[in-house]
Each structure stands twice: as C-alpha cells, then as structure tokens.
C-alpha cells in the first residue's frame, strides 16, 4: 500500500519514501513508524501508543524512539525546530501535522486475494456488526468492459480512503470460471 503525505509517497511494502525522482530506503521500524502517525495524522500519538503498534510491545528505549523519529525527519527534510510534519507535543508524544495524507492501494496485475471460506465470512460480518463496519461485496468479471472493471476497482479505491469498510474482492478470471 502507498501512503501519500503532502509531496511524499511512503510505500510501505519497499521501505521506501518517493518524492519527485528521489527515492529514499528507510528502515523497516520507520516506515511503520511513518504509517501509524499518517493514519493518525493530527492526532498526538504517545509514545506508549507507539511502543504498542510499531514495536508491537517490545521493550524499547526512549533513545530508540527518538532515533527512530530522528531518522524519519531527516528522510522527510523535516525540522523539529519548525517542523512542517512531525511535531513533537512535550512529555505527551507526536503529531504529523494535518495535512494531504491519502492511501492508495494498488493492484497487481494477477489479484489472488479473495475470502473464500464461509467461515471467515461469517468472522468478517461478526466483526463488522461489533465494530460498526460496513462491508461491500465487488464482483470483477470476465464479461465486463474495462469501464465496468476501472468502476469496480475505483469503488474499492473509494471504500478504502473513507475507511470502516471491510471489502471482498471477488474477481472471476479465466481459470476461475473454467473450473466451475
């Protein structure tokens, strides 16, 4: 997934940040570091908060942390003295700062990503009832014009930047629809 922060692109899958032609490898801890306060972004994100989703609970320093963010700045050309991003909150945490943050998702050629069981279906509707998600249900056929197709995956595109959705991508290929 690509994660858009104002001129940046952060693919998380690569560990990299893209701006322009310039492309930047950070450390996997960072980029998940990146993400959380982006999906959090205007929010003040503690410092426990990200112990718990990026260290997922391990031990850490503060120094890590800190080294952590340091390396984050530096990689978005970011000051902490006036920063335009990631702003330290004093004895609470970080904030990245509000600002054009988008996820996009992007598709490969060949989707082998389907729910295919019943039983995680019925999971998948049990945890959307308790979580208020909706959840939407986007057939992809064999028979469908590329408009219809670029529509569908669109709405997916859609669904997932609003956020709250849970998405079943059913899409029929060729071996798909032979073995029926």
């Known amino acids: ?38 999906n959090h972004s205007g929010e003040v ?19 890590a942390i800190n080294n952590c963010v340091k390396k984050v700045r530096k990689a978005l050309d970011d000051d902490p003295q006036n920063p335009r991003l990631i702003q330290t909150i004093p004895k609470q945490g970080y904030r990245l700062l509000k600002n054009d943050v ?5 598709f490969p050629n060949k989707i082998k990503w389907a729910l295919t069981t019943s039983t995680s279906l019925l999971c998948l509707i049990g945890i959307a009832a308790h979580f208020h998600i909706s959840m939407e249900v986007i057939h992809i056929t064999s028979e469908m014009t590329l408009e219809e197709k ?3 995956y669109q709405r997916v595109v859609d669904l997932s930047e609003e ?4 998405i079943k991508l059913d899409i029929e290929t060729p071996e798909k629809k032979n073995s029926q």
Do not use: Y
């Open 45 to 63: 994100v503690s410092r426990e908060k990200l112990i718990e989703n990026v260290w997922q609970g391990r031990v850490v320093s503060e120094d």
């Open 102 to 106: 988008k996820s996009k998702i992007k």
């Open 150 to 152: 670029q529509k569908q």
């Open 1 to 38: 997934m690509a994660i858009t922060i104002n001129e940046w692109q952060l693919l998380e899958n690569e560990n990299r940040l893209r701006k322009d032609n310039k492309e930047i490898v950070l450390q996997p801890l960072c980029v998940k570091l990146l993400a959380f306060l982006a």
């Open 163 to 166: 956020g709250g959705h849970i």
